[in-house]
């Protein structure tokens, strides 16, 4: 078998597309060979000098058949080698070892370390919900490297697009765990004891799945920071500069200042859905124009293929422009969603 394989085909050093339709045609000289306790050599030679014609025939029936402009488009080296260093990349970037420590700790999940570039996540005596993405109920091994995971085939290789991530952000996100906060924080050119909110809305647009709605409208974050004036802060004021002090003010105290501003905060926040109004126009008229520059393309190149190719059929087209109109109505209903809040105290 091992001289068919290899001096017939050439099956163990190249590719061999051609295998299945040799062996319909030398079956039949074959399986009586592997049949037979004993075999001479000169009956082995025999069978891969048979072979060896047929396996050149029929190989390079497959080469003339070969689709080259196909072959072109499957790979381009220099988008391959881009795809290639952008992988690498979020490889090497380790914040996704922190977040999702800090997010098993929001759960009450245990987040340990095992090994050299591996940890164990097992559910905690006072986990905060009934079931943690992909975890299961006697724990899980898990890498961020990915050789460490090609060596260990039983623990899950972790990135950012693996379903125990983004379902702990759906978690996350579906809950109200931390979308009010206050924070104390130093920062230049206010004085101490100002206030500022923070408030963040989510684009919102509900659409049925089949409109992939998001390739035009992602999810997008409009973020303000109001002072007393009403003044949005945000493009001064970074998210890195609004850490906050380590510094434990008290759920008394918290409730004190909020209670004290309390006519104060809620000026500030009219203003800020104000500015947040008008920062939703824009967005929507980007996404409207992304849509009909791209699908009006791909309806004028269906319309003008249906004149010389018969095959291209109405509905479809009408299908097109039908979509066209449902995505511009969901568009247009986008709204914005206050998903969270804090208030910070100028130190």
Not at 105 to 111: M, S
Not at 139 to 164: I, K, N, Q, Y
Not at 189 to 208: Q, R, S
Not at 289 to 315: C, F, I, S, W, Y
């Amino acid at each position: 078998m091992y001289r068919w394989y290899q001096e017939g085909m050439q099956a163990f050093t190249h590719t061999c597309p051609a295998g299945p339709g040799v062996y319909d045609k030398v079956a039949k000289e074959l399986l009586p060979l592997l049949t037979k306790p004993q075999l001479a050599t000169p009956e082995i030679d025999a069978l891969v000098k048979h072979t060896q014609p047929i396996y050149n025939s029929i190989n390079e029936h497959l080469q003339a058949g070969r689709d080259r402009l196909l072959e072109l488009n499957s790979y381009r080296q220099t988008e391959a080698e881009q795809i290639r260093q952008q992988i690498l990349q979020q490889d090497a970037d380790k914040r996704i070892v922190d977040f999702l420590s800090r997010l098993c700790d929001a759960f009450g999940v245990e987040f340990e370390g095992h090994s050299e570039h591996s940890f164990t996540i097992h559910p905690g005596d006072h986990m905060q919900v009934h079931h943690f993405p992909e975890l299961k109920d006697e724990g899980v091994t898990v890498t961020f490297d990915r050789e460490t995971a090609l060596v260990h085939e039983d623990r899950l290789f972790l990135s950012w697009e693996h379903p125990m991530l983004t379902g702990g952000m759906d978690l996350l996100l579906g809950s109200e765990r931390g979308n009010a906060a206050l924070s104390v924080c130093k920062l230049p050119g206010l004085k101490t004891g100002e206030l500022l909110l923070e408030v963040m809305y989510n684009v919102e647009c509900v659409a049925p799945a089949y409109l992939q709605i998001e390739r035009f409208l992602p999810p997008s974050v409009v973020r303000l920071l109001i002072n007393s004036r009403g003044e949005d802060l945000g493009e001064k004021y970074a998210i890195e500069q609004l850490q906050g002090l380590p510094v434990d003010l008290g759920k008394q105290t918290i409730a004190q200042i909020i209670s004290t501003q309390q006519e104060y905060l809620r000026r500030m926040l009219n203003l800020a859905e104000k500015q947040a109004a008008t920062r939703l126009p824009p967005l929507l008229t980007t996404a409207i124009n992304k849509m009909q520059a791209e699908l009006g393309q791909e309806l004028q190149r269906l319309t003008a293929l249906q004149r010389v190719n018969p095959n291209v059929r109405e509905d479809e087209i009408e299908s097109l422009r039908e979509q066209m109109q449902l995505l511009h109505r969901y568009l247009q209903s986008a709204r914005l969603h206050q998903d969270a809040i804090r208030l910070i105290i100028a130190a």
